[in-house]
């Protein structure tokens, strides 16, 4: 099972190794009586149970990059195993929070870190969860601004009362079940793309060999941008920060990043799950531009693939978009994003 996700705007630059002192955002207060705690949250942001004794804070309700802050009671920290795990410690508003950080490789926004902890607050106890993913600066740690604007309340059985720019009930609405993670049925041979994505694999041709400079030169008229390892054609709204389309030089079948080449192969990434499904044309375009501008060839699900009519490709992440739609998950919605790989 997996607990609510937790990803907080950012709201004050944390430099890493520094987490101590955070600055309390500016916002509307939110009431959560079953957890008898009051706190700030710049709006606009919902509010709902996912579970009877813990609360969820959207601070992007609708949008596609989940910013979620999970709260739950618990039983007193000391000596559980959260506690046991935390391999830092800060002070928030007279309470002592315990906690530990995990990175992971993510999908087309960029990696992700998360943030398990156990806060103490007098005789009252809480796990948090948050998670951030970014492109550049993954820094999960930022949860500790809006933590560090909460006060304790008396516990009420009372749904939370939030400001004009907030939402209680969120559509997922309340519930004392634990969330089940839906489960479509595979388009037969796509079990791989459904949840991993699509790969298409470039090669050179016949006395043909891909140095940097060529990549620099195909990437960049092909409508990709250099990150810090590798290679993405940004989303349309590129204030949003995600990359739709990801492209990794590869050496002896495995990935390099600040490698100067020669290079055995390209492999060039797309999810249909995390896109919305207009983003596919992003990835159709790139294969092809990317292909007229380097040559040699095109390779997909072990056989060759024509870029400049891609039409297999193509149908098959129809079929794993509307496999997931079958199952009520709309790609590249937050529910989808929230999806474990």
């Known amino acids: 099972m997996r607990t609510p996700v937790v990803a907080l705007v950012l709201l004050t630059a944390c430099a890493p190794g520094a987490p101590a002192g955070p600055s309390v955002p500016t916002g509307e207060r939110i009431t959560i009586p079953s957890l008898g705690l009051r706190l700030s949250a710049p709006p606009p942001y919902a509010v709902y149970s996912a579970h009877a004794d813990s609360m969820v804070i959207d601070l992007n309700p609708g949008g596609r990059t989940a910013r979620m802050m999970s ?33 992971k490789s993510g999908g087309s926004g960029g990696a992700e870190e998360t943030l398990y902890g156990c806060w103490q607050q007098g005789e009252r106890s809480y796990t948090i969860r948050c998670d951030h993913q970014d492109e550049w600066r993954p820094d999960a740690r930022f949860c500790l601004t809006l933590l560090a604007t909460a006060e304790v309340i008396e516990v009420a059985d009372a749904p939370p009362t939030v400001g004009p720019g907030g939402l209680a009930g969120h559509p997922l609405g309340s519930s004392t079940e634990e969330p089940t993670e839906p489960e479509p049925a595979a388009p037969v041979g796509l079990e791989k793309e459904l949840y991993e994505g699509f790969r298409v694999v470039l090669t050179p041709g016949a006395g043909q060999v891909w140095l940097i400079k060529d990549l620099e030169r195909a990437s960049t008229s092909s409508g990709f941008q250099r990150t810090d390892d590798f290679w993405a054609v940004p ?98 919605s937050v529910q989808a994003l929230r999806i474990d790989l």
């Not at 055995?264 to 992003?282: E, G, H, I, M």
């Not at 693939?305 to 129809?318: C, G, Q, V």
Request: charged share 25%.
């Open 71 to 103: 709260l739950a009671a618990a039983p007193s920290p000391k000596g559980s195993s959260c506690s046991e795990e935390a391999t830092e410690h800060s002070k928030l508003t007279g309470g002592d929070l315990a906690y530990r950080l995990e990175r």
């Open 235 to 332: 989303a349309p709204d590129s204030s949003s920060g995600d990359f739709v389309v990801w492209l990794e030089p590869m050496v002896d079948g495995k990935s390099v990043s600040h490698h100067d080449g020669p290079y055995d192969s390209l492999l060039v990434t797309y999810s249909a799950l995390k896109n919305p499904p207009d983003r596919a044309r992003l990835y159709i375009d790139a294969l092809r531009e990317l292909t007229e501008a380097l040559g040699g060839t095109a390779e997909y699900r072990g056989a060759p693939l024509a870029a400049k009519t891609p039409e297999r490709l193509r149908a098959d992440i129809e079929s794993v978009v509307a496999a997931w739609q079958a199952v009520g998950v709309e790609p590249g």
